[in-house]
């Protein structure tokens, strides 16, 4: 049974920078971080193959950067520039594909989620 633990969220004010980390329990392909904002849906913000691709919503391209130690069975989220439309619970999730693209039902593991505030 594979399990996802998240850490890191916490509240920076604009301009800030946050580390979100994942550890993982157990054996996966593609993994991403999500996050949903109060009253919105979930959203993929960044995605990373088997292969180490990765892939960025426009939305934060060039401010959040993914990626994956493989040896350690962890998955990061480097948060820089922060903005207050940043602010949600972010969500760590894993597939068995070694692609995935945004669809959350390629995700068969989620974590329970760590919340992001920025304050403006």
């Known amino acids: 049974q594979v399990q996802l633990q998240e850490a890191g969220g916490g509240s920076v004010q604009t301009g800030g920078s946050l580390l979100l980390s994942c550890v993982v329990s157990g054996s996966v392909g593609c993994m991403a971080w999500f996050r949903q904002a109060p009253g919105k849906e979930r959203e993929a913000v960044a995605r990373?193959?088997?292969?180490?691709?990765?892939n960025y919503d426009n939305s934060v391209k060039g401010r959040f950067t993914i990626s994956r130690d493989k040896g350690r069975n962890m998955l990061f989220l480097q948060m820089n520039n922060l903005e207050p439309e940043d602010t949600a619970t972010y969500y760590c999730a894993a597939g068995p594909r070694l692609r995935c693209d945004t669809a959350l039902w390629l995700y068969d593991y989620w974590g329970q989620g760590t919340q992001v505030t920025v304050a403006s």
């Open positions: 990373i193959t088997s292969f180490g691709e990765t």
